[in-house]
């Protein structure tokens, strides 16, 4: 069983900013890929940034410049650094990891979710 546990979100006036958290635990060997994916009140869940083992990073094009993701591989943790806050930004973020278990299991868990809410 893999877990991931979320910190950092809250609320913050626009132009600041957040530091949001992912731990992963568990039976890991390995983390191929970890990302941040965000879900606003109607409307579908999307990818905000993604990144993979090798350093490899993707955003999507409204964050570009903006946020910036990073993992303490020795931690099992990603964080994804959040400036100039905008309102539209607001949203529950859901940290997302995919790897390898112990038992040489593929494994893809997500995290409960951390509200993201930002004031205009």
């Known amino acids: 069983q893999v877990q991931l546990v979320e910190s950092g979100g809250g609320l913050v006036q626009a132009g600041g900013s957040l530091r949001l958290s992912c731990a992963a635990s568990?039976?890991?060997?390995?983390?191929?890929?970890m990302g941040w994916y965000r879900q606003a009140p109607g409307k579908q869940r999307e990818l905000v940034a993604r990144?993979?083992?090798?350093?490899?990073?993707n955003y999507v094009d409204s964050v570009k410049g903006r946020f910036t993701i990073s993992t303490d591989n020795a931690k099992n943790t990603v964080y994804l650094q959040m400036n100039s806050l905008k309102p539209e930004d607001k949203a529950v973020y859901y940290c997302?990891?995919?790897?390898?278990?112990?038992?040489?299991?593929?494994?893809?868990?997500w995290g409960q979710g951390t509200q993201v809410t930002v004031s205009s």
């Open positions: 997302h990891a995919q790897g390898t278990t112990s038992r040489r299991n593929n494994f893809g868990s």
């Open positions: 568990g039976s890991i060997i390995s983390i191929n890929v």
């Open positions: 990144i993979t083992s090798g350093g490899s990073t």
